[in-house]
């Protein structure tokens, strides 16, 4: 069964530093990755998905994400935070007509 | 174009006492997710439909919970009796077509079971 590990369940950064949020899965077979956002009492929004065509993937708010088949990572980055990223941040792997989710990232951006 | 809604957004029983939740997905869209998101946690599904069809309901606890989807559209998702490890945000996403992975979600629904 797929399963998505995210590291670090609470990263801090300074506001215009560099937001590095990690995630790997576990299936041998590439699946369709995505990254999620979720303000406080909102539902998940999505931030971009990589679907098998270039590696390097742009999403909405300045993210991007690089797809890594050999270290089966797809981390999420911004080079420069500012204080509306805060949020809790999840990365999901497709399997079997359904995601799976990471059990998330709190980013907190300090100014 | 509009969202997913649901409702209520909040709602606080007492343990044994019932609850039903609703939700509207977008517009034809075929497949809809109850997911399940404890605090601290990434969402865990419960159900999924393909129109008015179950597709996975392998981590609904059958016992407790029933989940519906009459004329393909929107669905109600029911606790009955409720558990105070039931307390959590349930949300309803809903997606085009399973294969495209591409999940919409709602608001979702904070449960409070006292």
């Known amino acids: 069964a797929q399963s998505v590990t995210q590291l670090g369940s609470h990263v801090s950064v300074s506001e215009g530093a560099l937001v590095l949020l990690r995630c790997n899965y576990s299936s041998s077979v590439p699946p369709y990755l995505f990254w999620y956002v979720q303000y406080p009492n909102q539902g998940l929004q999505l931030l971009l998905k990589?679907?098998?065509?270039?590696?390097l993937v742009k999403g909405i708010n300045g993210f991007e994400a690089e797809f890594k088949k050999s270290e089966t990572s797809f981390h999420l980055t911004k080079p420069s935070a500012h204080m509306s990223d805060a949020a809790e941040y999840f990365c999901?792997?497709?399997?079997?007509?359904?995601?799976?989710f990471g059990k998330g990232t709190l980013l907190t951006v300090n100014p | 174009e509009a969202g997913v809604a649901q409702s209520p957004r909040y709602k606080i029983i007492e343990k044994r006492q019932s609850v039903a939740f609703w939700c509207n997905p977008i517009?034809?869209?075929?497949?809809l997710y109850w997911y399940q998101q404890i605090l601290g946690q990434g969402p865990k599904l419960l159900i999924q439909?393909?129109?008015?069809?179950?597709?996975?309901d392998s981590q609904l606890p059958k016992d407790r919970f029933s989940a519906e989807r009459l004329k393909g559209v929107d669905s109600t998702l029911k606790i009955q009796p409720a558990k105070l490890e039931d307390s959590a945000v349930y949300l309803c996403?809903?997606?085009?077509?399973?294969?495209?992975?591409?999940?919409?979600f709602g608001p979702g629904t904070r449960l409070t079971v006292t």
């Open positions: 439909f393909q129109n008015n069809g179950v597709v996975d």
């Open positions: 990589y679907t098998s065509a270039a590696t």
């Open positions: 517009s034809g869209h075929a497949t």
């Open positions: 996403a809903s997606s085009l077509a399973a294969d495209l992975y591409e999940q919409y």
């Open positions: 999901a792997a497709s399997g079997n007509y359904k995601l799976t």
